[in-house]
């Protein structure tokens, strides 16, 4: 076996999917190689990933590389940081049997997950779940308490250009299914034309799908530099202790932005901004919201994400929800459209019969008269 291709190398998978092309060597260091990781990878239709890390360690039963095999793109696992340290941007990969070639130069023997090893580290991990969730439970608990006054108190909101009160605010995340659920609400845009609030690499997928993010939230590490100078409102994701590693990136492109000072993640910043500013109704697309979710993002816990949807969650619907309001409901447009069709005929029908003239002009004298015209 023969595999060849130019390194594209990044510590995060997010922000690497970004630079990919076509027939290049993903070089990341994923721990874990998560669902949604996994889909942006195939999408680009790359030869192959060379993980230093472990792709499934055993910890819980993630997608990714199950998701990589039956896609046909190898899996070159946990080549370590030494060799991941020797791979440079756009170096001439190649694989050959089990060794990896370095721009013809020989580097070392490599281990490619077969389909039969993601199957048997997979059913591993499924059977750590229970122990895995009885930590993760105790972590959320325990970060819950110390931080739901915080969470739960009225937030120091940066001032917002965008009008939200009263409106629908759509927040897009690049999750599981965000495509297909962007697609599937296109009615609900269209007839109600929500705020349109990107988390991130949301917002890119927010422009792809044909539209323009009113507001992007995140940590900036994701996110092209495209569609920051295409959005005039951003708000960095900043510590509460002030910390805001995105403002140097925006800095650099100066581009202007506000700090919102918060726990958790920008996805719940993202949710606090639109319920603070009174949002009549809050739709998520690509939204985390359960264990697994949390543990590909390497999570220990979704303290802050459990807080802050006890707080907004009677104003939260998932894009799924709203799909289904809008899947057979007709516009009022196409029915207008619909009896304009339909009177057309008959219009033209009139204006060919003297005798329906004559009764359109005794009708139209019989309002005036009742009317006093």
Do not use: W
């Not at 690049?174 to 609030?197: F, H, Q, S, T, W």
């Not at 998932?318 to 029915?335: C, F, H, M, T, W």
Request: aromatic share 6%; net charge positive; charged share 30%.
């Amino acid at each position: 076996m023969i595999i060849r291709g130019y390194a594209k190398k990044d510590l995060k998978t997010k922000r690497l999917v970004n630079r990919l092309k076509q027939n290049d060597i993903a070089v990341i260091s994923h721990r874990d190689i998560d669902e949604v990781a996994a889909l942006h990878l195939t999408e680009k239709k790359i030869r192959a990933v060379i993980n230093c890390a472990e792709s499934i360690s055993g910890s819980y039963p993630n997608q990714g590389p199950k998701i990589l095999s039956e896609a046909g793109i190898p899996v070159i696992d946990n080549i370590g940081q030494d060799v991941f340290d020797k791979i440079k941007e756009n170096d001439l990969i190649e694989i050959i049997d089990d060794s990896l070639y370095i721009n013809k130069q020989k580097l070392c023997k490599v281990n490619i997950l077969s389909k039969e090893e993601v199957d048997r580290k997979t059913e591993l991990a499924s059977e750590n779940l229970r122990k895995v969730l009885y930590d993760f439970v105790d972590n959320t608990l325990s970060y819950a308490e110390k931080e739901k006054q915080y969470i739960l108190e009225p937030a120091a909101l940066p001032p917002v250009n965008v009008r939200i009160k009263g409106r629908h605010v759509l927040i897009v995340v690049r999750g599981k299914n965000y495509k297909e659920d962007l697609r599937a609400i296109r009615p609900y845009i269209m007839d109600v034309n929500p705020v349109i609030i990107g988390v991130d690499g949301g917002a890119d997928a927010v422009l792809e799908s044909g539209y323009k993010p009113d507001i992007i939230i995140g940590d900036m590490d994701s996110v092209s530099d495209e569609c920051l100078k295409k959005c005039k409102e951003i708000i960095v994701h900043a510590y509460p202790d002030g910390r805001a590693p995105g403002m140097q990136r925006l800095e650099a492109l100066k581009i202007e932005a506000k700090k919102f000072r918060y726990p958790g993640t920008s996805e719940d910043i993202a949710l606090i901004l639109a319920y603070e500013n009174k949002a009549e109704l809050i739709v998520t697309v690509g939204s985390h919201t359960n264990m697994v979710d949390f543990l590909e993002k390497g999570r220990k816990g979704m303290a802050s994400t459990l807080l802050v949807r006890m707080k907004v969650g009677y104003k939260v619907i998932d894009a799924k929800g709203v799909s289904e309001l809008y899947q057979n409901r007709l516009r009022p447009s196409y029915i207008l459209m619909l009896m304009a069709a339909a009177m057309l005929p008959v219009a033209l029908v009139a204006k060919a019969s003297p005798l329906i003239r004559d009764l359109y002009r005794l009708i139209y004298l019989r309002l005036r008269l009742l009317f006093g015209l």
